[in-house]
């Protein structure tokens, strides 16, 4: 008899901002697989006997196969009739590669659930006192994956959105800064528009660096991944809620 399989969002890191149901799912485990971004202190909720798995990419690393091995894993543990909980930083179908791995349960005729967890492209400029919305600054915002390969392979028309709406959020974009904030320019933002970058976001040592699009290179040099790139007019309220 199948196991099951949950797909469980861990949050934007802080740990006590994992979901009740997901936290549940947590205690239930036979098997956990577990992402990088996922607070490793959420793995003290899993029981004691439940076989703890790294599946996370590192920094460099090629994804495929990882991702590959992640399918064939959560396949074979949960055909031994295991209750199986795969860990992802963030919300499962945000950039995670939830939607492929549900794709492959169900292929292999294995049952699952997705427990959707709180992405780090609203918590991250939340937790800096960023809204990605505020009434009569920005009514919309867009959520790009910014890390190298996928951010040099976007549509053109996806930078244009992302220069013309209001709030522009990218994650995992710190490496490819410079090539984000020159489409920026390429559809037409202003060069004074406020920019923000948000690292260790929702953690105790995490580190907000404002400036703007011409100056926020300058000012980012200590800035590490992960961190949340964040550009539009938002960026300046948080100066009005006493960030």
Not at 31 to 50: G, K
Not at 57 to 67: C, I, N, Y
Not at 81 to 100: C, N, Q
């Amino acid at each position: 008899m199948s196991g099951f399989v949950y797909l469980v969002g861990a949050g934007p890191g802080d740990p006590e901002l994992i979901t009740l149901k997901g936290l549940k799912a947590l205690q239930s485990a036979d098997v956990v697989l577990y992402d990088r971004l996922a607070a490793p202190e959420l793995l003290e909720h899993a029981p004691s006997q439940a076989e703890r798995i790294y599946a996370g990419k590192d920094l460099g690393t090629p994804s495929q196969p990882r991702q590959d091995a992640i399918h064939e894993a959560l396949v074979h543990h949960a055909k031994l009739g295991k209750t199986v909980v795969r860990l992802k930083g963030g919300d499962p179908f945000v950039f995670g590669r939830g939607s492929e791995e549900a794709a492959y349960l169900t292929e292999h005729g294995i049952s699952y659930a997705v427990i959707p967890g709180i992405s780090s492209a609203i918590a991250g400029p939340g937790a800096a006192g960023i809204p990605v919305t505020h009434r009569g600054v920005s009514a919309g915002f867009c959520v790009f994956a910014g890390q190298e390969g996928e951010a040099n392979h976007l549509p053109e028309t996806h930078w244009q959105a992302a220069a013309l709406i209001g709030t522009a959020v990218f994650l995992m974009g710190v490496s490819r800064l410079s090539k984000i904030l020159e489409k920026q320019r390429q559809y037409g933002r202003p060069e004074n528009t406020p920019v923000a970058l948000i690292a260790s976001a929702t953690y105790p040592g995490q580190k907000v660096v404002t400036g703007t699009l011409a100056t926020i290179e300058s000012l980012v040099t200590e800035i590490l991944p992960p961190a949340i790139i964040v550009i539009g007019e938002v960026v300046d309220v948080r100066g009005q809620l006493g960030w």
